[in-house]
């Protein structure tokens, strides 16, 4: 018998399956408006990561949550070629994690697995979009949810991490019964209290979410 985190994590993977098997390896199959949104919300998440572009030479980083894989290509356009990287992508959704392998079949520096835990630490991780569809999910349950996997990323990663959620400050009538939306504050005093010193909160770019970059 599956525990709640399980069920829910299971229909959301489910729900993301569907959005793949719909839109394809495209924005709307990861369940954003268009690539111009998700180009935004890469900005502000590499923030974190690519300011190590011009001191280090090797860099390595986890995406919870890596869908069909558009977090790499974001990678691979802003690193200068004489900087390695490895890279790991996780996934709750054993489609997108396929997807993801077909997109990326050549690039023997990424790696691809189904779940919710890395096997390794790795520089940086970062999660884009993981914490929004909780579907019919109990809040509390699912504020639960992402406070373990923000202290899953601290602990696996060496050098910080970074990701967005919705905001609580969403226009009321805009806001969907399947979606969470978080209290940037109480995020922020979490990540502060719990992780680093250095924690940047990100909340004026022009989409209803924000994004959060823990320095360790």
Known sequence: MMD???????????????????????????DWNDPKGQ?????????????SRSTEKTLSITDYGCGYGAFLEYIRQSFSKDVEYEFLGLDVSAEMIEASRQRWLG??????????????KTDFAVASGIFNVCLKADHTEWLDYILETLTTMARFSN?????????SYSDEDKKADHLFYADPC???????????????????????????????
């Open 4 to 30: 709640h985190k399980s069920q829910m994590l299971g229909n959301v993977a489910e729900y993301y399956s569907e959005r793949l098997r719909k839109f394809g390896a495209t924005a709307k199959g990861v």
């Open 39 to 51: 180009f935004l919300r890469f900005e502000q998440l590499g923030k974190l990561v690519l300011e």
């Open 107 to 120: 690039d023997e520096r990424a790696r691809f697995i189904v779940g919710s835990q890395p096997d390794q």
């Open 159 to 167: 050098k910080g991490f970074a990701f967005n959620c919705l905001t």
């Open 186 to 216: 109480y995020i922020f005093d979490y990540c502060k209290s719990n992780f680093s010193r250095n924690v940047a909160l990100l909340h004026d770019y022009d989409l209803y979410e924000f994004t959060i970059l823990v320095r360790q």
